[in-house]
């Protein structure tokens, strides 16, 4: 995802629904064969520019046409456009095997000059990929052979692969589609080596991909997938109702466009059925600890918030159960994060004792604290436009006001939240990890850009040790050293708690209950479609 506009997706709504017709059922967007069944999603906005290089694009739909190099699984990196891989032992120097007999959809092949072209493509357009540490350190592209390339970096880096498997912008588009040998000034076309082509796209009304008959995979069994541009929320789950849609799926990152209950009862009639993953993100709220000025600058303060903030009820009153209780940034499931760091568990009481123990003092119960005349008062900001954190926010502000500490809060665009974020105007405010595909590595590696949570962790007493942590993990060769680094940087953000974590998001899927092979990627915004088939 491109960094400069990950903030506002990550604090807005990511939501789309999928509509299955039968093949006697008309749509204004074309008639499916006979017996033969059609994926159509609603999504709130177009496809957008489907330039895999670049990031206006849906990913969901993306992620159908294009494919990368390798793919990362619950199991880790496996093979998809290469077949295999050498590591040099200085880790610098990666060689890739290309599959061979593999096609782009409009015929060209796919080859090591096909990559080579690609990635130097992406390479071209620095600067909109400085999120992505891959893009500083790529040195060098070289073809071997027709199926063999050669990536040269500047130094070691051990998520050379991770980065490599990330739905944009490392895959692979037909060199007959670049404008002048380069695609960051736009595409002549769409066409990938992925499951789907792209064969139709009405700008804001729909889109239509169809199955690759030439795919490398074997064909998908589902011959037609459709993204219509339909308003989100009530029109949705009415034509759910109605029986007109009847596959929903919403990656859960504070979606307030599906009713949980109404999914819940329409699965109750036994033609539906609910299919979630494991957690793939998790929401938090950001405290400042670079804000000499503020009481959040203090490990006493950004504690007892944590103490202070109930996310059973959280997770029951706001997200109807679809989510989990957060004790730490990370789920056990991602990757280096299951290493037994201790809980701070609600408790009200803890909070107020770490207050005082800090010199924040109240003349009587109920009254706002201070400390040396100074208030115990802070902002917490949220997304205006999702009304599951205004809900949570007041929770919060609730809550803590029992402990004598006073939140305002402000309720901004997500764009205005990032720059905020950037450049250190704020006290608390909601965010959210990066999420699978991307972590840990992502998440971690902001904890020290200027641009992202450098004025979250500046502050702490442990920051400059933070940092070379970060410096020496991204480049360590070795499992066990990455293991002791990655536990050392999560136990130091954890103890000094300026990332508060509340709940964790899921991948949700409501669908037919003769729908198989509902399945889920390493990453929250794509589902794989080639896999699913009907009784």
């Known amino acids: 995802m491109h960094k400069a506009t990950l903030p506002g997706l990550l604090a807005s709504i990511f939501a789309v629904s999928l509509l299955i017709g039968c093949s006697d059922n008309k749509s204004s967007v074309g008639e499916m064969?006979?017996?033969?069944?059609?994926?159509?999603?609603?999504?709130?906005?177009?496809?957008?520019?489907?330039?895999?290089?670049?990031?206006?694009?849906?990913?969901?739909?993306?992620?159908?046409?294009?494919?990368?190099?390798?793919?990362?699984?619950?199991?880790?990196?496996?093979?998809?456009?290469?077949?295999?891989?050498?590591?040099?032992?200085?880790?610098?120097?990666?060689?890739?095997?290309?599959?061979?007999?593999?096609?782009?959809?409009?015929?060209?092949?796919?080859?090591?000059?096909?990559?080579?072209?690609?990635?130097?493509?992406?390479?071209?357009?620095?600067?909109?990929?400085?999120?992505?540490?891959?893009?500083?350190?790529?040195?060098?592209?070289?073809?071997?052979?027709?199926?063999?390339?050669?990536?040269?970096?500047?130094?070691?880096?051990?998520?050379?692969?991770?980065?490599?498997?990330?739905?944009?912008?490392?895959?692979?588009?037909?060199?007959?589609?670049?404008?002048?040998?380069?695609?960051?000034?736009?595409?002549?076309?769409?066409?990938?080596?992925?499951?789907?082509?792209?064969?139709?796209?009405?700008?804001?009304?729909?889109a239509r991909f169809e199955a690759n008959e030439n795919y490398w995979g074997?064909?998908?069994?589902?011959?037609?997938?459709?993204?219509?541009?339909?308003?989100?929320?009530?029109?949705?789950?009415?034509?759910?109702?109605?029986?007109?849609v009847n596959f929903v799926f919403t990656d859960d990152r504070g979606t307030d466009s599906i009713d949980v209950e109404a999914m819940n009862r329409l699965t109750q009639t036994g033609t539906y059925q609910i299919v979630r993953s494991e957690p793939m993100n998790t929401k938090m709220i950001v405290a400042n600890s670079s804000r000499s000025d503020s009481p959040v600058s203090e490990k006493a303060v950004r504690e007892a918030i944590w103490h202070s903030i109930d996310r059973k009820t959280i997770n029951h009153s706001v997200f109807s159960e679809t989510e989990t209780a957060a004790e730490t940034l990370f789920s056990s499931n991602v990757a280096y994060a299951n290493i037994g760091l201790q809980k701070r568990e609600y408790d009200p009481g803890t909070a107020k004792r770490l207050l005082e123990q800090s010199g924040w003092f109240a003349t009587k119960e109920g009254e706002l604290r201070q400390k040396a005349g100074r208030p115990l008062s802070m902002k917490l900001y949220y997304d205006v436009n999702s009304s599951s954190q205004k809900t949570q926010a007041e929770l919060i502000q609730n809550e803590v006001s029992k402990i004598g500490m006073k939140l305002d809060l402000i309720g901004e665009e997500s764009s205005s939240i990032a720059k905020r974020r950037s450049n250190g105007d704020y006290d608390l405010l909601f965010n959210q990890t990066w999420g699978l595909a991307y972590d840990p590595q992502s998440t971690i590696a902001a904890f020290a850009a200027e641009s992202s949570y450098r004025h979250t962790t500046s502050g702490i007493p442990e920051a400059k040790e933070l940092y070379q942590k970060i410096d020496e993990v991204m480049i360590s060769a070795d499992?066990?050293?990455?293991?002791?680094?990655?536990?050392?940087?999560?136990?130091?953000?954890?103890?000094?708690?300026?990332?508060?974590?509340?709940?964790?998001?899921?991948?949700?899927?409501?669908?037919?209950?003769?729908?198989?092979?509902?399945?889920?990627?390493?990453?929250?915004?794509?589902?794989?479609f080639e896999r699913m088939h009907f009784e």
């Open 33 to 206: 064969p006979h017996k033969a069944r059609e994926l159509v999603y609603a999504t709130a906005k177009d496809i957008n520019d489907m330039n895999p290089h670049l990031y206006p694009g849906s990913m969901a739909a993306q992620g159908m046409v294009y494919e990368s190099l390798v793919e990362n699984t619950q199991n880790g990196i496996k093979p998809l456009l290469a077949e295999s891989w050498d590591i040099s032992e200085g880790g610098k120097v990666y060689t890739f095997h290309l599959r061979k007999g593999v096609t782009f959809h409009d015929g060209a092949t796919f080859n090591a000059e096909a990559v080579k072209q690609n990635i130097e493509a992406v390479q071209h357009n620095a600067s909109k990929h400085t999120w992505i540490k891959l893009s500083s350190k790529l040195k060098e592209v070289q073809v071997i052979d027709e199926h063999t390339v050669r990536f040269t970096l500047t130094e070691p880096y051990y998520p050379t692969l991770l980065e490599l498997s990330m739905t944009r912008p490392y895959v692979f588009l037909s060199p007959n589609d670049f404008q002048n040998g380069e695609t960051k000034n736009g595409v002549a076309g769409f066409n990938g080596t992925g499951p789907y082509k792209l064969v139709e796209h009405v700008t804001d009304q729909y």
């Open 218 to 244: 074997g064909m998908p069994k589902v011959k037609r997938i459709t993204a219509k541009v339909l308003p989100a929320g009530e029109t949705t789950l009415l034509a759910l109702q109605k029986g007109e």
């Open 479 to 528: 499992e066990k050293t990455r293991q002791a680094l990655y536990a050392d940087i999560l136990t130091i953000v954890h103890n000094e708690a300026v990332f508060i974590p509340l709940t964790n998001g899921s991948v949700t899927v409501v669908a037919p209950a003769s729908l198989q092979g509902v399945l889920f990627k390493q990453t929250q915004f794509e589902l794989p």
